[in-house]
Protein backbone atom coordinates (compact mmCIF):
# COMPACT_ATOMS: atom_id res chain seq x y z
CA UNK A 1 0.00 0.00 0.00
CA UNK A 2 1.48 3.47 -0.67
CA UNK A 3 2.19 5.95 1.66
CA UNK A 4 0.46 9.00 1.92
CA UNK A 5 1.00 12.26 -0.84
CA UNK A 6 1.09 15.61 -0.19
CA UNK A 7 2.61 18.84 -1.73
CA UNK A 8 1.88 20.96 1.46
CA UNK A 9 -1.25 21.58 0.42
CA UNK A 10 -3.61 18.90 -0.24
CA UNK A 11 -2.62 14.94 0.83
CA UNK A 12 -3.33 12.10 -0.80
CA UNK A 13 -4.13 8.89 1.65
CA UNK A 14 -4.42 5.66 -0.29
CA UNK A 15 -8.04 4.34 -0.28
CA UNK A 16 -7.22 1.10 -1.49
CA UNK A 17 -4.98 -0.88 -4.84
CA UNK A 18 -7.20 -2.82 -6.66
CA UNK A 19 -6.43 -5.27 -9.56
CA UNK A 20 -8.32 -6.79 -12.06
CA UNK A 21 -7.58 -8.61 -15.86
CA UNK A 22 -4.33 -6.65 -16.66
CA UNK A 23 -4.79 -3.34 -14.47
CA UNK A 24 -3.71 -2.13 -11.64
CA UNK A 25 -6.05 0.75 -10.03
CA UNK A 26 -3.96 3.29 -7.11
CA UNK A 27 -7.09 4.96 -5.56
CA UNK A 28 -6.60 8.00 -3.25
CA UNK A 29 -8.19 10.15 -1.40
CA UNK A 30 -7.82 14.25 -1.47
CA UNK A 31 -7.72 15.19 1.97
CA UNK A 32 -7.52 19.34 2.56
CA UNK A 33 -6.96 20.89 6.00
CA UNK A 34 -7.99 17.56 7.84
CA UNK A 35 -11.11 17.26 5.11
CA UNK A 36 -11.48 14.72 2.73
CA UNK A 37 -12.80 16.90 -0.55
CA UNK A 38 -12.64 14.32 -3.37
CA UNK A 39 -10.55 11.19 -4.84
CA UNK A 40 -8.18 10.50 -7.36
CA UNK A 41 -6.84 7.47 -9.33
CA UNK A 42 -4.44 6.43 -11.88
CA UNK A 43 -4.81 2.62 -13.28
CA UNK A 44 -2.03 0.95 -14.69
CA UNK A 45 -3.36 -1.21 -17.68
CA UNK A 46 -0.14 -2.54 -19.28
CA UNK A 47 2.44 -0.71 -21.26
CA UNK A 48 3.58 1.51 -18.29
CA UNK A 49 0.99 3.89 -19.37
CA UNK A 50 -1.43 4.95 -16.18
CA UNK A 51 -4.84 6.26 -16.88
CA UNK A 52 -5.79 9.46 -14.69
CA UNK A 53 -9.36 9.97 -13.30
CA UNK A 54 -9.94 12.45 -10.21
CA UNK A 55 -13.36 14.33 -9.10
CA UNK A 56 -13.39 16.75 -6.49
CA UNK A 57 -16.41 17.95 -4.23
CA UNK A 58 -18.03 21.35 -5.75
CA UNK A 59 -17.59 23.26 -2.93
CA UNK A 60 -13.85 23.11 -3.13
CA UNK A 61 -13.67 23.84 -6.97
CA UNK A 62 -11.82 26.67 -8.44
CA UNK A 63 -9.28 27.12 -5.59
CA UNK A 64 -6.56 24.94 -7.83
CA UNK A 65 -6.66 21.93 -5.00
CA UNK A 66 -7.84 19.83 -8.03
CA UNK A 67 -5.15 20.57 -10.30
CA UNK A 68 -2.23 20.59 -7.13
CA UNK A 69 -3.65 17.00 -6.15
CA UNK A 70 -3.45 15.87 -10.34
CA UNK A 71 -0.28 17.12 -9.86
CA UNK A 72 1.04 15.24 -7.09
CA UNK A 73 -1.03 12.00 -8.35
CA UNK A 74 0.70 12.22 -11.85
CA UNK A 75 4.30 12.60 -9.93
CA UNK A 76 3.51 9.30 -8.30
CA UNK A 77 2.70 7.55 -11.49
CA UNK A 78 6.15 8.58 -12.57
CA UNK A 79 8.49 8.55 -9.62
CA UNK A 80 6.44 6.25 -7.78
CA UNK A 81 5.11 3.23 -10.06
CA UNK A 82 7.99 4.28 -12.66
CA UNK A 83 5.14 4.56 -16.07
CA UNK A 84 6.07 5.99 -19.26
CA UNK A 85 3.20 8.18 -19.79
CA UNK A 86 -0.30 8.99 -17.84
CA UNK A 87 -3.72 9.87 -19.76
CA UNK A 88 -6.97 11.38 -18.85
CA UNK A 89 -10.21 11.38 -21.28
CA UNK A 90 -12.29 14.38 -20.28
CA UNK A 91 -16.07 15.30 -21.75
CA UNK A 92 -15.65 17.22 -24.42
CA UNK A 93 -18.21 19.71 -22.68
CA UNK A 94 -16.16 19.73 -19.12
CA UNK A 95 -14.18 22.92 -19.35
CA UNK A 96 -13.06 22.84 -15.73
CA UNK A 97 -12.08 19.16 -15.80
CA UNK A 98 -9.74 20.11 -18.93
CA UNK A 99 -8.01 23.40 -17.13
CA UNK A 100 -6.87 20.75 -14.35
CA UNK A 101 -5.56 18.52 -17.21
CA UNK A 102 -3.56 21.38 -18.75
CA UNK A 103 -2.68 23.08 -15.49
CA UNK A 104 -1.20 19.18 -15.02
CA UNK A 105 1.31 19.72 -17.35
CA UNK A 106 -0.84 17.11 -19.79
CA UNK A 107 -1.04 18.21 -23.17
CA UNK A 108 -3.94 18.00 -25.45
CA UNK A 109 -3.45 15.22 -28.38
CA UNK A 110 -7.02 15.34 -29.62
CA UNK A 111 -10.42 14.24 -29.57
CA UNK A 112 -11.61 10.64 -28.80
CA UNK A 113 -15.20 10.17 -30.96
CA UNK A 114 -17.83 8.46 -28.90
CA UNK A 115 -15.45 7.20 -26.16
CA UNK A 116 -18.11 8.28 -23.71
CA UNK A 117 -20.78 6.02 -22.74
CA UNK A 118 -24.22 7.86 -21.10
CA UNK A 119 -27.83 7.09 -20.91
CA UNK A 120 -28.45 9.30 -24.38
CA UNK A 121 -25.74 7.60 -26.77
CA UNK A 122 -22.08 8.06 -26.83
CA UNK A 123 -20.04 11.44 -26.87
CA UNK A 124 -16.88 12.58 -27.33
CA UNK A 125 -13.99 12.79 -24.94
CA UNK A 126 -10.92 14.97 -25.47
CA UNK A 127 -7.40 12.95 -24.57
CA UNK A 128 -5.00 14.57 -22.59
CA UNK A 129 -1.66 12.88 -21.69
CA UNK A 130 2.09 13.48 -20.33
CA UNK A 131 4.97 11.60 -20.78
CA UNK A 132 7.79 11.01 -17.91
CA UNK A 133 10.18 11.95 -20.66
CA UNK A 134 8.59 15.62 -20.81
CA UNK A 135 9.98 18.63 -18.98
CA UNK A 136 8.83 20.31 -16.21
CA UNK A 137 6.17 22.50 -17.04
CA UNK A 138 7.97 25.44 -15.31
CA UNK A 139 10.22 25.45 -17.95
CA UNK A 140 9.90 28.16 -20.67
CA UNK A 141 9.89 25.72 -23.67
CA UNK A 142 7.57 23.34 -22.11
CA UNK A 143 5.38 25.66 -21.02
CA UNK A 144 5.59 27.01 -24.56
CA UNK A 145 4.51 23.02 -25.75
CA UNK A 146 1.68 22.83 -23.93
CA UNK A 147 -0.09 25.48 -24.99
CA UNK A 148 0.51 25.00 -28.50
CA UNK A 149 -1.05 21.33 -27.42
CA UNK A 150 -4.29 23.34 -26.81
CA UNK A 151 -4.46 26.99 -28.53
CA UNK A 152 -7.26 27.04 -31.47
CA UNK A 153 -5.75 25.44 -34.87
CA UNK A 154 -6.80 26.93 -38.23
CA UNK A 155 -6.68 25.25 -41.65
CA UNK A 156 -4.95 27.51 -43.80
CA UNK A 157 -5.49 27.07 -48.10
CA UNK A 158 -3.38 28.69 -50.66
CA UNK A 159 -4.77 29.27 -54.20
CA UNK A 160 -3.13 30.82 -56.96
CA UNK A 161 -4.72 33.09 -59.50
CA UNK A 162 -3.33 32.57 -62.93
CA UNK A 163 -4.61 34.07 -65.76
CA UNK A 164 -3.99 34.14 -69.57
CA UNK A 165 -3.57 37.55 -71.69
CA UNK A 166 -7.55 37.98 -72.12
CA UNK A 167 -7.82 37.87 -68.42
CA UNK A 168 -9.08 34.48 -68.31
CA UNK A 169 -8.62 32.53 -65.21
CA UNK A 170 -6.90 29.19 -64.79
CA UNK A 171 -9.57 26.92 -63.20
CA UNK A 172 -9.42 23.10 -61.77
CA UNK A 173 -12.13 21.11 -62.49
CA UNK A 174 -11.77 18.40 -58.97
CA UNK A 175 -12.75 14.77 -58.83
CA UNK A 176 -14.44 15.49 -55.10
CA UNK A 177 -16.98 18.14 -55.86
CA UNK A 178 -18.74 19.44 -58.93
CA UNK A 179 -17.66 22.77 -58.63
CA UNK A 180 -14.76 24.02 -60.05
CA UNK A 181 -12.04 25.97 -58.09
CA UNK A 182 -8.41 28.28 -58.17
CA UNK A 183 -5.43 25.47 -58.29
CA UNK A 184 -3.71 24.99 -54.62
CA UNK A 185 -4.67 22.97 -51.61
CA UNK A 186 -4.07 23.09 -48.00
CA UNK A 187 -0.87 24.04 -46.21
CA UNK A 188 0.95 21.39 -44.02
CA UNK A 189 2.22 22.03 -40.97
CA UNK A 190 5.82 23.76 -40.87
CA UNK A 191 5.12 24.50 -44.61
CA UNK A 192 4.96 28.00 -46.07
CA UNK A 193 1.49 28.89 -47.55
CA UNK A 194 3.62 31.01 -50.44
CA UNK A 195 5.14 27.54 -50.83
CA UNK A 196 2.37 25.45 -50.66
CA UNK A 197 0.70 26.71 -52.77
CA UNK A 198 4.00 26.34 -55.51
CA UNK A 199 4.63 23.07 -54.66
CA UNK A 200 0.57 22.17 -55.15
CA UNK A 201 0.58 23.59 -58.86
CA UNK A 202 3.21 21.39 -59.63
CA UNK A 203 1.46 17.97 -57.92
CA UNK A 204 -1.59 18.71 -59.66
CA UNK A 205 -0.93 19.87 -62.65
CA UNK A 206 2.50 19.37 -63.00
CA UNK A 207 3.43 22.83 -64.06
CA UNK A 208 6.58 24.80 -62.13
CA UNK A 209 4.83 28.59 -61.44
CA UNK A 210 6.64 30.31 -59.01
CA UNK A 211 4.09 31.81 -56.53
CA UNK A 212 4.38 35.83 -56.23
CA UNK A 213 2.41 38.20 -54.11
CA UNK A 214 -0.15 37.74 -51.81
CA UNK A 215 -3.30 38.96 -53.29
CA UNK A 216 -5.96 38.37 -51.18
CA UNK A 217 -7.24 36.79 -47.66
CA UNK A 218 -10.42 35.23 -47.85
CA UNK A 219 -12.05 33.58 -44.63
CA UNK A 220 -14.46 30.41 -45.41
CA UNK A 221 -16.38 30.00 -42.50
CA UNK A 222 -17.62 25.98 -42.16
CA UNK A 223 -19.17 24.38 -44.67
CA UNK A 224 -20.59 20.89 -45.82
CA UNK A 225 -18.03 19.05 -43.11
CA UNK A 226 -15.42 21.10 -43.33
CA UNK A 227 -13.84 23.39 -40.47
CA UNK A 228 -13.78 26.93 -41.31
CA UNK A 229 -10.02 28.02 -42.84
CA UNK A 230 -8.56 31.14 -44.47
CA UNK A 231 -7.46 31.11 -47.95
CA UNK A 232 -4.47 32.69 -49.18
CA UNK A 233 -4.78 33.82 -52.83
CA UNK A 234 -1.32 34.72 -54.32
CA UNK A 235 -0.56 36.15 -57.53
CA UNK A 236 0.62 33.66 -60.25
CA UNK A 237 0.82 35.96 -63.15
CA UNK A 238 -0.23 36.36 -66.93
CA UNK A 239 0.83 33.14 -68.92
CA UNK A 240 -0.14 32.10 -72.23
CA UNK A 241 -2.97 30.55 -73.29
CA UNK A 242 -1.46 27.58 -74.37
CA UNK A 243 -0.46 26.82 -70.73
CA UNK A 244 -3.04 24.74 -70.52
CA UNK A 245 -1.27 22.42 -72.91
CA UNK A 246 1.06 21.09 -70.99
CA UNK A 247 -1.00 20.48 -67.64
CA UNK A 248 -0.91 16.73 -66.77
CA UNK A 249 -3.68 16.20 -64.08
CA UNK A 250 -2.78 14.34 -60.76
CA UNK A 251 -5.71 12.09 -61.54
CA UNK A 252 -6.65 11.22 -57.97
CA UNK A 253 -8.42 15.32 -57.50
CA UNK A 254 -7.83 16.85 -60.61
CA UNK A 255 -9.88 15.99 -63.66
CA UNK A 256 -9.57 18.43 -66.27
CA UNK A 257 -8.04 22.80 -66.06
CA UNK A 258 -8.86 25.34 -68.04
CA UNK A 259 -8.57 28.91 -68.62
CA UNK A 260 -12.14 30.05 -67.86
CA UNK A 261 -14.25 33.80 -68.89
CA UNK A 262 -15.79 35.29 -65.74
CA UNK A 263 -19.11 33.96 -66.92
CA UNK A 264 -17.31 31.24 -66.78
CA UNK A 265 -16.75 31.44 -63.07
CA UNK A 266 -19.49 32.32 -61.54
CA UNK A 267 -21.19 29.30 -63.90
CA UNK A 268 -18.36 26.59 -62.74
CA UNK A 269 -17.81 27.75 -59.53
CA UNK A 270 -19.42 27.92 -55.80
CA UNK A 271 -20.73 31.32 -55.08
CA UNK A 272 -18.35 32.11 -52.20
CA UNK A 273 -15.37 30.39 -54.72
CA UNK A 274 -16.41 32.81 -57.65
CA UNK A 275 -16.80 36.17 -55.28
CA UNK A 276 -13.11 34.98 -54.10
CA UNK A 277 -11.92 35.39 -57.50
CA UNK A 278 -13.88 38.37 -58.38
CA UNK A 279 -12.01 39.45 -55.11
CA UNK A 280 -8.73 39.00 -56.29
CA UNK A 281 -9.04 40.06 -59.43
CA UNK A 282 -10.12 43.17 -58.49
CA UNK A 283 -6.96 43.49 -55.93
CA UNK A 284 -4.78 42.57 -58.81
CA UNK A 285 -6.28 45.66 -60.87
CA UNK A 286 -5.19 47.79 -57.60
CA UNK A 287 -8.75 47.71 -56.81
CA UNK A 288 -11.11 46.65 -53.63
CA UNK A 289 -10.09 45.26 -50.08
CA UNK A 290 -7.10 42.67 -49.87
CA UNK A 291 -9.48 40.87 -47.08
CA UNK A 292 -12.62 39.39 -47.37
CA UNK A 293 -14.78 37.16 -45.79
CA UNK A 294 -16.59 34.00 -48.35
CA UNK A 295 -15.67 36.61 -51.06
CA UNK A 296 -17.15 39.52 -49.46
CA UNK A 297 -15.31 42.66 -48.64
Excluded at 137 to 163: C, D, G, H, W, Y
Aim: charged share 25%.
Amino acid sequence: MSSELTDGTVVLRPRREGTGPGQDAHLFSVVHQDREIGAVCVTVAGDAIGRLTWELDPAFTGRGLATRAVNVLVDYAFRGLRLGRVEAYVPADNEPAMRVATRSGLRREGVVRGHGRHEGGRSDRVLFARLATDPPITEPEAFRELLNSFLPRKRAISQMLVRDPEGRVLLCRLTYKQDWDLPGGVVEVNESPQLAVTREVAEELALEIKAGALLLTDWLPSWSGWDDAVCLVFDGGVHDTHLVEQVVPQPREILDAEFCTPAQVRERCADFTARRIESALAVARGEGPSYTESGRG
